[in-house]
């Protein structure tokens, strides 16, 4: 696959991750399918960045970074469940981490 669509592949996961955060960080009740979007998104966004990186450059590490920012998003909505922080503080984080994330990828600074 060509990478400006895996690119915007990544950017959709990224999109579906984020409404998902929302629905459980700020919904009501009946979060299953935000429960299920959230780990879809995570896969996708997980497995295009691979086939971005193609063989991951062992030289560079902006994207080990990257995968300790996703592995955060993945796991905060325990964090919320389980009472650690605040659903506002974690969603904050989310956003923090996401936007690092995609600082990392444009730049791929070190
Ligand atoms: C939830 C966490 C993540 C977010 C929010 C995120 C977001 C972004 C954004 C916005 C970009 C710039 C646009 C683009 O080039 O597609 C990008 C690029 C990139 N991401 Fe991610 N990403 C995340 C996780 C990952 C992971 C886990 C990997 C794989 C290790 C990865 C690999 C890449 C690569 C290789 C690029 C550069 C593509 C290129 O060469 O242009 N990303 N990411």
Redesign the pocket.
């Known amino acids: 696959m060509n990478?400006p669509l895996?690119?915007?592949i990544?950017?959709a996961?990224?999109i579906a991750?984020f409404t998902s955060l929302g629905a459980i960080l700020l919904g009501g009740s009946g979060k299953k399918g935000a429960s299920i979007l959230h780990g879809v998104s995570?896969l996708l966004?997980?497995l295009?960045?691979?086939a971005?990186?193609k063989k991951?450059p062992m030289g560079q590490h902006w994207?080990?970074v990257?995968?300790g920012?996703?592995l955060f998003?993945g796991v905060a909505p325990a964090l919320s469940k389980r009472k650690v922080m605040p659903a506002s503080v974690v969603l904050i984080l989310c956003i923090l981490?996401?936007i690092t994330?995609?600082w990392?990828?444009?730049r791929?600074p070190f």
């Open positions: 990478l895996l690119q915007t990544h950017i996961g990224v991750l995570l966004i997980l295009v960045g691979f971005m990186l991951p994207w080990m990257k995968l920012l996703w998003i981490a996401a994330a995609a990392l990828g444009i791929k």
